[in-house]
């Protein structure tokens, strides 16, 4: 006679409701963003046809070599990450994982993200030209500049708007460019003294800046060891804190001097 084990029904029965608990975790939609690589834009160039720094009142210098903003791009607040999209997030050295409340913290739809971030974009702007003119000497009241740059929010491209207007108006202050004709990228918010500011996602933007040709990424000092978690090689860090130790820095890479690092 044989007898059946009532125990392997019960183990069967858990094993497949633990399948059917997995399969639907596996596409339930899960409270993060995932993060990659963004664009890059040269500041001292143009953007859609328009020049990203236009200045009157004061004469312009041509420029040669390249500032390159940086940038990261997220999934938005309504869009539905699941496991299958975090796991390879994890394993994966150009994505980021994050819990959606860190990326948004504020909460809010699509549209008030974005308008929040133009927000903060437009805000960062005014303090990149109030420092940079202030790093200059110039009043406010005689030179006036206007920055477009399209389809980009948040304030992290303060340092290299500010480097920017110095480059066209001023250069290194001896007749020759910030840049050296290199393509420098960077990142970091700038307030109307001239201090930078930490910004988050630097180790993707190091990507961003590799892939679009930069060899030097300045970054915020306080930003250094996340900078470096993935940083592509051939790409040099230059820790920086105020605009003017940036154009100081800067002079002194162009003479092949010693340089602070990461």
């Known amino acids: 006679m044989l007898l059946r084990d009532p125990r392997s029904r019960v183990l069967a029965v858990c094993a497949v409701l633990v399948l059917a608990l997995l399969g639907t975790a596996a596409f339930a939609p899960l409270p993060f963003s995932v993060a990659q690589p963004g664009l890059t834009a040269n500041v001292l160039g143009d953007d859609k046809g328009q020049p990203v720094i236009s200045i009157s009142g004061a004469p312009v210098r041509k420029t040669s070599g390249q500032l390159r903003m940086v940038t990261i791009e997220a999934t938005g607040p309504s869009t ?37 971030n133009l927000d903060e974009m437009k805000g960062s702007q005014d303090a990149a030209t109030e420092a940079a003119l202030s790093y200059l000497g110039d ?16 304030p992290s491209a303060g340092l290299l708007f500010s480097l920017g207007i110095i480059d066209k108006l001023d250069g290194d202050g001896a007749g020759s460019d910030l840049t050296g004709g290199r393509t420098i990228a960077g990142t970091g918010t700038i307030d109307a003294a001239g201090k930078v500011g930490a910004v988050g996602g630097v180790a993707l933007k190091t990507q961003s800046a590799a892939r679009d040709g930069a060899t030097v990424f300045l970054v915020p000092k306080a930003e250094c ?27 002194t890479l162009k003479k092949g001097g010693s340089l602070p690092s990461c």
Not at 89 to 100: C, E, K, L, S
Not at 226 to 247: E, F, N, W
């Open 225 to 251: 060891a996340d900078a470096k978690s993935k940083l592509p090689h051939g790409l040099r860090l230059i820790p920086v804190t105020t605009l003017k130790g940036t154009v100081s820095v800067l002079a």
């Open 139 to 154: 009043s406010p009241d005689k030179v006036k500049v206007g920055l477009h740059l399209a389809d980009v929010g948040g």
């Open 80 to 116: 539905d990450i699941d496991l299958g999209q975090v796991i390879d997030g994890w394993f994966r050295t150009d994505r980021a994982v994050m819990p959606r409340d860190a990326v948004y913290p504020g909460g809010g739809s699509d549209a008030q993200i974005e308008q929040h």
